[in-house]
T-cell receptor, first 113, second 113 residues
Framework: DADVTQTPRNRITKTGKRIMLECSQT?????MYWYRQDPGLGLRLIYY???????NKGEISDGYSVSRQAQAKFSLSLESAIPNQTALYFC????????????FGPGTRLTVL | QKEVEQDPGPLSVPEGAIVSLNCTYS??????FMWYRQYSRKGPELLMY????GNKEDGRFTAQVDKSSKYISLFIRDSQPSDSATYLC?????????????FGQGTELSVKP
């Protein structure tokens, strides 16, 4: 089984709808992240969490919120989806340490019509 | 100007060619440099990690960092069709960088048999 899983893998929704993307990990890491990937813009950080009680905004948090339900679970919500939130969304985890290597999930492709 | 610039390609080479992938950056405080590889429909995975200036070699891959020029490179020798992927550079100022990792836009590489 994959160490970092994301659900759903694909989602099409309409403008104004509330959407939740979920991430679970079995690596036992404390740190979790949400990124979005857009063509020509690369990966941009939305939110990150160093433990259940520590949540921080990233570069592009406007229009998004997160919930860290447990060490292994980190959810991303779009309160009122808009078309420019159409993107590929990745969850990642890391354990800290010198390299603090991030391990990514398979991604969720979100389309907002 | 983006902190990290990477030519998005696409780059197409014949099997066996030497590939050079590059990133430039503007923040002289960056000290930790990484290359991630992302296969189609997958999340990125860490390929190489370098601290400060110098070279690091791992099999057919060599990562170079030139801090004086604010320029990093990834060389792939004897490229294989299995190397076809998007390569993203990433960098950070601090040890244990957590949510401070800045990614380039990614270069799409295709190695033709």
């Amino acid at each position: 089984d994959a160490d970092v899983t994301q659900t759903p893998r694909n989602r099409i929704t309409k403008t104004g709808k509330r959407i939740m993307l979920e991430c679970s990990q079995t690596k036992g890491h404390d740190r979790m992240y949400w990124y979005r990937q857009d063509p020509g813009l690369g990966l941009r950080l939305i939110y990150y969490s160093f433990d259940v009680k520590d949540i921080n905004k990233g570069e592009i948090s406007d229009g998004y919120s997160v919930s860290r339900q447990a060490q292994a679970k980190f959810s991303l919500s779009l309160e009122s989806a808009i078309p420019n939130q159409t993107a590929l969304y990745f969850c990642a985890t890391s354990a800290g340490g010198e390299t603090d290597t991030q391990y990514f999930g398979p991604g969720t492709r979100l389309t907002v019509l | 100007q983006k902190e990290v610039e990477q030519d998005p390609g696409p780059l197409s080479v014949p099997e066996g060619a030497i590939v050079s992938l590059n990133c430039t950056y503007s923040n002289s405080a960056f000290q930790y440099f990484m290359w991630y590889r992302q296969y189609s429909r997958k999340g990125p995975e860490l390929l190489m990690y370098t601290y400060s200036s110098g070279n690091k070699e791992d099999g057919r891959f060599t990562a170079q960092v030139d801090k004086s020029s604010k320029y990093i490179s990834l060389f792939i020798r004897d490229s294989q069709p299995s190397d076809s992927a998007t390569y993203l550079c990433a960098m950070s100022e601090i040890y244990n960088q957590g949510g401070k990792l800045i990614f380039g836009q990614g270069t799409e590489l295709s190695v033709k048999p």
